[in-house]
Structures are given as structure tokens and as C-alpha cells.
């Protein structure tokens, strides 16, 4: 029975994978796809609601879908999704001027739709499969096969593009679904739970919480970050959607029915670890974006330099997520969570530290860049596992595809509030440092002179550049503190037995 877990596990864990490819797929070929849906290369914000679209309908439906797998069983859910994921990728493909935009974003909510409930349900997948003491191993993997497709999704996006077309990116999805959907039928367990514990679905609440994620990513969503901090719809949309989230949780507290039924969870364990994973998501996607942006502005890398460097983080972020599974099971969740955070704490403020000349750290037969690179991605990698397996033991068995979709969730949810408050205060910083600039005419001065000028003025960019990087990388340190002092409320180390439970290879066979 343990061969067969693993293998349900591991196709369990490519479908995670498959979803997170796509999840970036389309960063890195943005400029190709205004030139063939003739857009003018000037307005690139056009296409953004791209990518936001896939994130939007990632988050909005992952917590009513992972409740669905808790009714339903796990598999017949995943299938389902697969399938929808399918028709998105499709409809994505067949974008076309002058609606191609509207198309293509349609097409990505479906397959964020979609794709949002893999990670949660595989995660709960985990829960039948494995007991409380192994689980965190398991987790620890499906966790790696998540920032796996993400690292390799930009990549891969236009490695494909420049290849052929960045529609084929799309074209691939049905295949590999296609060959999902066996593996997916084959090996992974159609138990569901018995009639007198499938919990009744959350509809109404569930539609307000999606509708209120929806608002705050929309109200927060700025096109032209460089005016305002906000857009013109951005209070009433962000008032709209406290409003909707006060009506959810007013809906939760007398509904019979809930989304999270909280009876039976211990409350303080389980919002401390769900605002760990909503801080190291905040923390996550500076990283993605800055250290790019500085290997690229400050060393004067292309995209694809400016990935390698980032692979020193992705890649101890990939082995710190299964060491954080493997420590975890000897020393609970509460410990690698707070050492976690707080060695991430550590490397962001090594990274803000990093000399002026930027290329002093970068290369040398021990760079520092690298180094600190590799010691945030060791801290954010060890909160992984333990962050998922904390929340699992905090609800009963019949919360977890809720629950692991919580997880997700909050951690999605400080990507995109991360990224939105990155871009707005970046921005603005970056104006407030360079207002007293001023560019140098050719025609007012000899050859000479103007290039003395234009070498000052480059340098005083690359100043205000690297300061605005620096006061990035101290606010995600100081988050990073955060959450080392909030993960103390984590649950500790497993101090008895669990409670007995039915052995999960009954699963297996379908009893």
C-alpha cells in the first residue's frame, strides 16, 4: 500500500507542477504577445490583467474548491479541474485582435480557476494518505513541485515562444492534461468520505469570499503606478470589498453551514500559521521581482542573466522545502517555522546591505550576492512544509481541503498585495529620489562635457535605484521578523500520540 500512496502522491504532485508552470508562463513573453494581438509596445500595461487574471481566479476559487474535494473525494475533483484547465489553456490559444486581450484574460481566470485547486487538494490528498508524523515529508515535496513550476515557468514560457509561438505554450497543456487525466484515474484513490461525514458546501460564502479577494486584487491593481498610488477605482473597489469580506464573515458566524468550520480547530495555531504563509508570500514575490530587476539595472544583465542569479535563491529554496518536511517530523512545526522566517529575516537584511558597486558582491571566487541569496532562500524554503502541516493539524481531517486551501490563499494573497504595494510605493519612491534630476542636452554643451553629464546623471539613477532596492529588501526583512514572532503561536512539538484514525489504505481501494 505505501508503493501505491507514493505513486498517487507523485502524479499528485505533477499536476501541481503542470498548474504552476503557468502560473508565470506568460512574464516573460508579454512584449510577444502585444506584437501579435497589435498592441503598441508603449502600452504593455494593457496586457497586465493577464496575469493578474490567472492569479485572480487562482485565489478566488481554490477555498470553495478544496471544501468540494472534502464532500466529493479528492480525485473526481482533481479530473474535473484538469479538465476546465483544459478549456482555459485552449481558449487562451485562440486569442485573436481585436477582443484578444479580453480572450486571452477569460481564458487565464479559467485556468487560475482551475489550477488554484490542485495545490490544495494534493496537499489534502496527503492528509488521507499519510499519518501526523509522515505527512510533513510528503508536504515538503508537494511544496517543491509548487515553487518548482513557478521557477521554471518564465523560463520555459520563452524558451517555447522563441522556439515556435507562444500560443503553442497553451496547445501543450491539452496533451499533457490529456495524459494527467489517465495517470490522475489510475492512481490516484476515489474513496470519498462516508455519507454522515461529507460536509455540506458553502456556496453563499464561498462566493463572497471570492468576490472579496476579487476586490481587493482589483482595487489594488494600478496600470499607471507612476501617478497615483492607487487607481480612480481603487478606494471604492477596496471599500467594496471590505464590505463584501464583513459580509462573509457575518455569513460565517450564523450559517449552519461554513466554509471553515472552525468547531473543533485551534484557533490561535491556525491564524498564527496562515499569517506566516501570508508573510512569506509578500516576501516571496519581492524576491522574485527585485533581485531580477537589480541584476538587470545595477549589473547590467538581460532577463536571462538576471534569472540565473535568482536560481541561487530558487535553488535553496527547492532543498530547504524537503529539509523543512524531513526537520519537521523530528521537531514539530512551531521551530522551523520561527528559524525559518527569521534566517530569512537575516539574508534580506544581508541582501540591503549590498555594497554600492553591486558588482563587488556579484562575482569573486565567494560572492556575496550568491551567498545571501542562497541563505533567503534556505529560510524561505524551511517554512514550506512545516507551514502546510501546522494548519493540517489544527482541523479535523474532514477541514483539510479547506484548510490546505487557506494555506495557499493567504499566501497568494500577500504575493498579489506584496507586488501591488512594491509597485506603487517602488515607483513613487524611485520619482521622489530623481525629481531634482535633470536629463543632459547634447546641444547645450561640447561632446566632452556632455558625456561627463550624462555619466553623473547615470550614476545618480543607479543611486536612487539602489536605495529604493535597499528600502525594499529592509521592509521584507522586518516582515520577515514578523512573522518569526507570530510562528510562535505555532503548534509545538507533538507531545502524544494522535488520535486513532481510520488507516488510510482503506482509501486505496475505494472502501
Wanted: hydrophobic share 55%.
Amino acid at each position: 500500500m505505501t508503493s501505491r500512496r507514493r505513486v498517487a502522491i507523485g502524479v499528485g504532485g505533477a499536476v501541481v507542477l503542470l498548474a504552476a508552470l503557468d502560473a508565470y508562463v506568460v512574464t516573460t513573453i508579454l512584449v510577444t504577445v502585444l506584437d501579435d494581438l497589435r498592441l503598441p509596445i508603449n502600452h504593455i500595461e494593457r496586457i497586465t490583467p493577464v496575469v493578474t487574471g490567472f492569479l485572480l481566479g487562482y485565489v478566488a476559487a481554490m477555498p470553495l474548491l478544496g471544501r468540494l474535494s472534502d464532500r466529493l473525494g479528492r480525485r473526481p475533483v482533481i479530473e474535473a479541474c484538469l479538465i476546465v484547465f483544459a478549456v482555459g489553456s485552449a481558449v487562451t490559444a485562440l486569442a485573436e485582435p481585436p477582443h484578444g486581450v479580453l480572450v486571452m484574460t477569460a481564458g487565464r481566470a479559467v485556468q487560475g480557476m482551475a489550477g488554484g485547486a490542485l495545490l490544495p487538494v494534493t496537499m489534502a490528498l496527503a492528509g488521507d494518505l499519510w499519518d501526523e508524523e509522515r505527512r510533513p515529508v510528503v508536504l515538503g515535496a508537494v511544496g517543491s513541485a509548487q515553487e518548482l513550476g513557478s521557477a521554471l515557468g518564465p523560463l520555459y514560457g520563452a524558451a517555447v515562444a522563441s522556439a515556435a509561438s507562444w500560443r503553442l505554450i497553451f496547445w501543450i497543456n491539452i496533451p499533457l492534461t490529456v495524459l494527467a487525466l489517465v495517470a490522475v484515474h489510475l492512481a490516484v484513490p476515489a474513496g470519498r468520505p462516508a455519507p454522515e461525514d461529507r460536509p455540506r458546501i458553502d456556496v453563499v460564502g464561498g462566493m463572497l469570499l471570492a468576490l472579496g479577494l476579487g476586490l481587493l486584487v482589483v482595487g489594488v491593481y494600478n496600470p499607471a503606478p507612476d501617478e497615483s498610488a492607487l487607481p480612480s477605482w481603487g478606494v471604492p473597489t477596496l471599500a467594496g470589498g471590505a464590505v463584501v469580506l464583513v459580509a462573509f464573515v457575518l455569513w460565517e458566524i450564523r450559517s449552519r453551514t461554513r466554509l471553515l468550520d472552525l468547531a473543533g480547530t485551534r484557533r490561535g495555531p491556525l491564524f498564527a500559521t496562515l499569517g506566516v504563509s501570508f508573510l512569506s508570500g509578500a516576501a516571496l514575490i519581492v524576491t522574485l521581482v527585485d533581485v531580477q530587476l537589480v541584476a538587470q539595472t545595477l549589473l547590467g544583465d538581460d532577463a536571462l542573466g538576471g534569472a540565473l542569479t535568482l536560481a541561487w535563491f530558487l535553488g535553496a529554496l527547492l532543498v530547504a522545502a524537503v529539509l523543512g518536511g524531513l526537520v519537521t517530523v523530528r521537531i514539530g512545526e512551531r521551530w522551523p517555522l520561527v528559524v525559518g522566517m527569521a534566517v530569512a529575516a537575516v539574508g534580506y537584511a544581508l541582501i540591503a546591505t549590498w555594497p554600492a558597486a553591486v558588482a563587488d558582491a556579484a562575482y569573486g571566487p565567494l560572492p556575496r550576492m550568491q551567498t545571501d541569496l542562497v541563505v533567503t532562500g534556505l529560510g524561505l524554503g524551511l517554512v514550506i512544509a512545516p507551514v502546510s502541516s501546522a494548519v493540517l493539524r489544527t482541523v479535523p481531517a474532514a477541514q483539510f481541503g479547506i484548510a490546505s486551501a487557506a494555506v495557499v490563499v493567504a499566501r497568494m494573497m500577500g504575493m498579489l498585495l506584496g507586488i501591488a504595494a512594491l509597485t506603487a510605493w517602488g515607483l513613487r519612491r524611485f520619482q521622489t529620489l530623481t525629481a531634482h534630476l535633470e536629463t543632459p542636452l547634447p546641444f547645450l554643451m561640447s561632446k566632452s562635457e556632455f558625456a561627463a553629464a550624462m555619466a553623473r546623471y547615470e550614476a545618480a539613477l543607479k543611486s536612487a535605484l539602489r536605495t529604493e532596492y535597499q528600502e525594499i529588501f529592509w521592509i521584507t526583512a522586518a516582515l520577515c521578523a514578523l512573522g518569526a514572532v507570530v510562528a510562535l503561536a505555532a503548534p509545538g512539538r507533538r507531545t502524544a500520540a494522535p488520535a486513532p484514525r481510520k488507516s488510510p489504505d482503506h482509501l486505496l481501494t475505494g472502501r
